[in-house]
């Protein structure tokens, strides 16, 4: 069974913290992404990585950042949390030729006051 | 500006009836939609997708239909049950690329 875990379900942070969120897939997918979900919104693509070390901005990335070092592991950082990043952040794996398909982690509630 | 957009927020249907989710999309290069279910405190799960060469998907109670020339497609349940209360995720974009995930439609089927 496929495995994508996310570090927190919940986490409160005050504005101007550096935060990480850790996402960790079982699967060996070569491409992992990271979302935020917001009410009227939908999922929205922050960015996404097709391989170690390999990270391509999506449709929102401005005030984040992402680090893969290992296969299994992305990461998701915010150098100095707004309040404006109060989400919910979703991680996703998916297989080196079905993109499409994705595995998604519970999901990370953020709150930053 | 959203590729891909769910105007219906919510929807209620009886169990035992049909269900039917519309999504819309802007860009005519998208050649594949999925649709995804989410139950609360779990992450979204993959239910059921379409190429643009078809115009219809079937699995089991689920069934997707694709209208290229209207950009739309539609998740159809039939019949619904109850554990089909969800948020349901349209997603689009073109094979093997990223997709772009409509804002979601909470479908509640009442017993």
């Known amino acids: 069974d496929v495995k994508v875990t996310q570090s927190s379900r919940y986490l409160v942070k005050r504005t101007g913290e550096k935060v990480f969120l850790e996402c960790v897939q079982d699967m060996d997918h070569e491409n992992m992404f990271w979302y935020r979900q917001d009410p009227g919104l939908g999922l929205r693509l922050i960015y996404f990585?097709?391989?170690?070390?390999?990270?391509e901005k999506g449709d929102i990335p401005e005030g984040y950042s992402v680090s893969r070092e290992k296969k299994e592991r992305f990461s998701l950082i915010l150098e100095s949390a707004s309040t404006n990043q109060t989400s919910m952040y979703l991680c996703?794996?998916?297989?080196?030729?079905?993109?499409?398909?994705?595995?998604f982690g519970p999901g990370t509630r953020l709150l930053v006051l | 500006d959203q590729q891909v957009k769910q105007n219906s927020p919510s929807l209620s249907v009886q169990e035992g009836r049909i269900s039917i989710l519309n999504c819309d999309y802007t860009n005519s290069m998208f050649d594949y939609f999925l649709w995804y279910k989410k139950y609360p405190a779990e992450g979204p799960t993959f239910l059921i997708s379409?190429?643009?060469?078809?115009d219809k998907n079937e699995d089991g109670r689920f069934t997707v239909f694709l209208n290229k020339s209207a950009k739309h497609l539609s998740l159809h349940i039939v019949p619904s049950q109850p554990g089909d209360s969800a948020v349901y995720f349209c997603?689009?974009?073109?094979?093997?690329?990223?997709?772009?995930f409509g804002a979601g439609t909470r479908l509640t089927v009442k017993p």
């Open positions: 997603a689009a974009g073109v094979r093997n690329n990223d997709m772009r």
């Open positions: 990585s097709y391989d170690v070390k390999m990270k």
């Open positions: 996703a794996g998916a297989r080196g030729g079905l993109r499409e398909t994705q595995y």
């Open positions: 379409i190429s643009s060469i078809k």
